[in-house]
C-alpha cells in the first residue's frame, strides 16, 4: 500500500506565495507520477500539475501557468507544488495523487492523499 501526507497550506493573501508537500510512504518500490490536484468549494476536483518518474512536467497551462511550479525530490519521496502570485480564486483544497502512469484525470490516479486547505483572500 502507499499512503501520501500532503503539507504546507494555509492562509495567504492575494499576491503571496505557498509551497505544499507531499510526502509518499509504504510500497515505494514501484515507480509512480506524482501530481496535484484541486477542488474549490462545490466544484470538480481539477488537474493542476503533475511530474512523472522521469522528470517530465505537465501543467494545467490555463489556470497556473507561469505561477506554479512542481518539482520532486526522489530521494526523500517527496514532491512540492511551489504556488507563487497567488489569486483568490486558488482558493480550494489541494489533493496529492500517485499514479502508476501519467495521467492528467482524478479517475486514473492509484492513490490519494487526504488533502491541504489553501484559503487565498484578496
Known amino acids: 500500500q502507499v499512503q501520501l501526507v500532503e503539507s504546507g497550506g494555509g492562509l495567504v493573501q492575494a499576491g503571496g506565495s505557498l509551497r505544499l508537500s507531499c510526502t509518499l510512504s509504504g510500497r515505494t518500490d514501484s515507480y509512480y507520477a506524482m501530481a496535484w490536484f484541486r477542488q474549490a468549494p462545490e466544484k470538480e476536483r481539477n488537474f493542476v500539475a503533475e511530474?512523472?518518474?522521469?522528470?517530465?512536467?505537465?501543467y494545467d497551462a490555463d489556470s497556473v501557468k507561469g505561477r506554479f511550479t512542481i518539482s520532486r525530490d526522489s530521494a526523500k519521496n517527496t514532491v512540492y507544488l511551489q504556488m507563487n502570485k497567488l489569486r483568490p480564486e486558488d482558493t480550494a483544497i489541494y489533493y496529492c495523487?500517485?499514479?502508476?502512469?501519467?495521467?492528467?484525470?482524478?479517475?486514473?490516479?492509484?492513490?490519494w492523499g487526504k488533502g491541504t486547505l489553501v484559503t487565498v483572500s484578496s
Open positions: 495523487a500517485a499514479s502508476r502512469t501519467v495521467a492528467t484525470i482524478p479517475g486514473a490516479m492509484n492513490y
Open positions: 511530474i512523472d518518474w522521469s522528470g517530465n512536467i505537465y
